[in-house]
Nanobody, 121 residues
């Protein structure tokens, strides 16, 4: 049963921190690239960070590099978000590919969670 369930969203002040978690079913998690994306109503889905199936390689966008950290352990994907900015406010989604290596486009991620809202003021 494929499943991705996000948690940890909420409200934070600018400069604060939040940690998102995504609990994954083993068949979704094992050896698959996983990533975090975010979306604001009326805008396209934006990549936040990705981590390959081995956990060795991570990728960030210019907007999140140096502030966000993606990691994975024990069937769970994490996103530590520090120095939050109002422009980080969005619905955050966890997603997984069917391959170990990662690609950039959201369309290449097969499985998606329901999302968790992050609001920074």
């Amino acid at each position: 049963h494929v499943q991705l369930v996000e948690s940890g969203g909420g409200s934070a002040q600018a400069g604060g921190s939040l940690r998102l978690s995504c609990a994954a079913s083993p068949e979704t998690y094992h050896n698959h690239c996983m990533g975090w994306f975010r979306q604001v109503p009326g805008k396209e889905t934006e990549g936040v960070a990705r981590i390959d199936g081995s956990g060795q390689y991570t990728f960030y966008t210019d907007a999140t590099k140096g502030r966000f950290t993606i990691s994975r352990a024990d069937n769970t994907l994490y996103l530590q978000m520090n120095d939050l900015k109002p422009e980080d406010s969005a619905m955050y989604y966890c997603a997984a590919m069917v391959t170990t290596g990662c690609s950039v486009s959201p369309e290449t991620f097969r499985w998606w969670g329901q999302g968790t809202q992050v609001t920074v003021s």
